[in-house]
């Protein structure tokens, strides 16, 4: 159906705009990847010559494979420590201390991450002196992502956690679960898709920060976003271009095979429904 | 404790004993109730929405803990037993069946907890599934079921484990009315079939009288009155529980006459001539509680001095089987009268307007004190 403001020329041109905004630089980025020469402002002609340089680069490589595994460590972590935050902050009623938790656990959300960096950096250097340890590398890295990714993965968990139906746990209960089985058998599969949401977008904020690895990284610990950043330093490699542009291929890919299958799942679901319906009243 | 002789040779299967529940140190949800429920009875709990009816059966199934008081099943005290512990089973409102698995699996959750598994557990559940005829439908999820199938998955899931004590809540709440009266006797037939003893809480009166065998009505935490269903619809013990169940006319007065198999009460609207005695004294205030049902109407004057009085039709409500209409008295009340419709309708029946004259016979009415 159509309603009032289903063909205004606003709407359209407004929509336009807004693609244009975000996608011109990713395209351009795309397109100079193919180009032969090393301006990125002129143009002289189509190579795959940057894709073969990258597949060489040790160290674009090496920072890729600790980015990958970093984010992989990092959305782990911050998945299982924001389940067990929502789990008791949604669940256990009210509790001494609950109110700070509460605001607590949102509060990386809004603060800068130079802060947290620099922050975190302070605490590791009066440890290392004290204690010796820990020496900085990946491990410190994922400390400050992991921090970082709680508290997102926690506002996500949460929000599925709050629309559970509580006698869904209570009739496992009264089927004979102790409380354990009850968040392992009833929980844990309702809110699986909330744990991959949170999973990907932790792991998403574990890639691509340069902040907190600025502060936290050490030798060896060099991620992809701090190679390209360095590198950005001293001019635009086209190389680089190229394994952004490999990165967007996949993301993408990712994407819409993930919301094709939704779609499909959904429309699925609605018509088991309806039919159910239909069957019902006959 | 001396034992209670029972009024019939069944046993008594679940004592509540004095059982109490305040919230938060003031709200008292739940105000010292005794009850006993007999093996094999249906038994239900009814009033309007914070009764406390819902926290008495949460009590039953341990999800909450009484504040004083004891509950007993089968002579054993099951006070501070948790949810998991208890052989008592429930079917909860909107049936809360796990969305992420299938009907067998869900029939099959709570045997799975007892640790059966292969031949047996198979045997059981499909015997379940059959019990409540969805046999087929085994590998659906419960959103591809309609509302009545769900409520028979349901059941079959409260019931695989054999509790000793079945828990119904607002069993057909979530039904429209036509299903839902068909779905009433399945329900009882099944329950019956099966033998489990079973309290239900619905807000439904018609629900509860055409279920249960035993009926407690309750009022802020508290029981007002139990008894089978007749005795709570002919001969309530309050203004309450009359106009909870059912529809009901009350007439407040004065007694005037009072015999041991009669007395009379005077009233603003008419005398009235009642068949039963009371345990009162003449002069005392009481109410006078007349089903629209037990009321007859006729064109001329009745020729006796009691149990009549004269209005105007002022509204006619025209239900099919019966017509209810609305008498304005001289004295302003409005009468409720239900006439069954013994003929097809026809051009002299009463309309809007007309002057007729209700009466009653001596044992049409009920005398409450409260």
């Keep these: 159906m159509r309603n009032m403001y289903g063909r205004s020329l606003f709407g359209r041109s407004w929509l336009i705009a807004v693609f244009i905004f975000l996608y011109i630089p990713i395209v351009t980025l795309v397109v100079y990847s193919f180009n032969d020469s090393r301006l990125s402002t002129v143009w002289t002609g189509f190579t795959f010559k940057w894709y073969v340089d990258a597949s060489h680069d040790r160290e674009l490589i090496d920072g890729l494979i600790i980015s990958l595994k970093l984010a992989f460590m990092s959305a782990s972590l911050s998945?299982?420590?924001?389940?067990?935050t929502a789990f008791v902050l949604v669940r256990y009623g009210r509790f001494k201390g609950r109110g700070l938790l509460a605001s607590m656990a949102n509060a990386p959300l809004v603060m800068p991450d130079v802060i947290v960096g620099i922050s975190l950096l302070l605490m590791l250097v009066a440890l290392?002196?004290?204690?010796?340890?820990?020496?900085?590398?990946?491990?410190?890295?994922?400390?400050?992502?992991?921090?970082?990714?709680?508290?997102f993965a926690t506002v996500v968990i949460i929000s599925r956690l709050r629309e559970i139906d509580l006698r869904l746990e209570e009739a496992a209960m009264?089927?004979?679960?102790?409380?354990?089985?009850?968040?392992?058998?009833?929980?844990?599969?309702?809110?699986?898709?909330?744990?991959?949401?949170?999973?990907?977008?932790?792991?998403?904020?574990?890639?691509?920060?340069?902040?907190?690895?600025?502060?936290?990284?050490?030798?060896?610990?060099t991620t992809l976003p701090l190679v390209i950043f360095s590198r950005a330093r001293l001019g635009?490699?086209?190389?680089?271009?190229?394994?952004?542009?490999?990165?967007?291929?996949?993301?993408?890919?990712?994407?819409?095979?993930?919301?094709?299958?939704?779609?499909?799942?959904?429309?699925?679901?609605q018509r088991e429904v309806a039919d159910a319906y239909a069957q019902g009243k006959s | 404790m001396a034992s209670v002789t029972a009024t019939t040779d069944r046993e008594v299967l679940l004592r509540i004993d004095g059982v109490s529940k305040v919230f938060d140190g003031v709200v008292k949800a739940v105000d010292n109730v005794s009850l006993s429920v007999k093996k094999g009875e249906i038994f239900a709990l009814v009033g309007s929405s914070g009764c406390g009816k819902s926290t008495l059966?949460?009590?039953?199934?341990?999800?909450?803990?009484?504040?004083?008081?004891?509950?007993?099943?089968?002579?054993q005290d099951i006070t501070d037993l948790t949810p998991y512990e208890r052989p008592v089973n429930m079917m909860f409102q909107s049936y809360a069946l796990f969305p992420h698995l299938n009907v067998w699996d869900n029939v099959a959750f709570g045997l799975r907890r007892d640790g059966l598994k292969g031949a047996e557990l198979a045997k059981r559940v499909d015997a379940m599934l059959s019990l409540v005829q969805l046999s087929k439908y085994g590998k659906r999820k419960p959103?591809?079921?309609?509302?009545?199938?769900?409520?028979?998955?349901?059941?079959?899931?409260?019931?695989?484990?054999?509790?000793?004590?079945?828990?119904?809540?607002?069993?057909?709440?979530a039904l429209d009315k036509k299903l839902r009266e068909t779905t009433q006797l399945e329900l009882v037939n099944i329950i019956e079939q099966v033998g489990v003893t079973c309290v239900l809480v619905t807000h439904d009166q018609e629900e509860a009288m055409t279920m249960a065998s035993h009926i407690a009505v309750m009022d802020e935490g508290c029981f007002l009155q139990v008894g089978t269903p007749d005795?709570?619809?002919?001969?309530?013990?309050?203004?309450f529980v009359a106009s909870f169940v059912g529809n009901v006319n009350i007439f407040e007065g004065k007694v005037d006459e009072d015999e041991p198999d009669h007395i009379t009460v005077i009233c603003p609207e008419c005398t009235h001539y009642v068949g039963h005695g009371i345990t009162g004294t003449s002069g005392m205030r009481v109410a006078v509680a007349l089903r629209?049902?037990?009321?007859?109407l006729s064109p001329v004057q009745p020729n006796k001095n009691h149990n009549w009085c004269a209005g105007e039709v002022v509204e006619i409500a025209y239900l099919g089987p019966h017509t209810t209409y609305h008498l304005k008295l001289e004295t302003g009340m409005v009468l409720k009268v239900q006439q069954p419709n013994l003929t097809r309708k026809m051009a002299d029946d009463l309309t809007w307007g007309d002057h007729v004259f209700a009466h009653w016979t001596r044992d049409a009415m009920v005398v409450l004190t409260e």
Excluded at chain 1, 79 to 84: C, D, K, M, Q
Excluded at chain 1, 187 to 192: E, F, H, S, V
Excluded at chain 2, 292 to 296: D, G, S, V
């Design chain 1, 79 to 84: 998945v299982i420590f924001g389940t067990f």
């Design chain 1, 128 to 151: 290392q002196k004290w204690l010796g340890f820990p020496e900085r590398g990946i491990g410190t890295i994922l400390l400050g992502h992991a921090l970082i990714g709680t508290s």
């Design chain 1, 174 to 221: 009264d089927l004979g679960c102790k409380p354990f089985q009850v968040f392992w058998l009833v929980t844990l599969p309702l809110i699986a898709s909330a744990l991959v949401s949170a999973f990907l977008l932790t792991f998403t904020l574990s890639f691509d920060d340069v902040v907190i690895a600025a502060f936290l990284s050490g030798p060896g610990s």
């Design chain 1, 236 to 269: 635009l490699d086209p190389s680089i271009n190229a394994v952004a542009t490999v990165i967007i291929v996949v993301v993408s890919i990712g994407v819409i095979a993930s919301s094709l299958y939704q779609l499909r799942a959904e429309r699925r679901r």
């Design chain 2, 57 to 75: 059966l949460r009590m039953l199934a341990g999800f909450e803990t009484p504040t004083s008081g004891r509950i007993y099943l089968s002579g």
């Design chain 2, 143 to 173: 959103h591809q079921l309609s509302g009545g199938q769900q409520q028979r998955v349901a059941l079959a899931r409260s019931l695989a484990k054999r509790p000793t004590l079945l828990l119904l809540d607002e069993p057909l709440g």
């Design chain 2, 231 to 239: 005795e709570i619809y002919e001969t309530p013990n309050s203004r």
């Design chain 2, 292 to 296: 629209p049902e037990k009321i007859q």
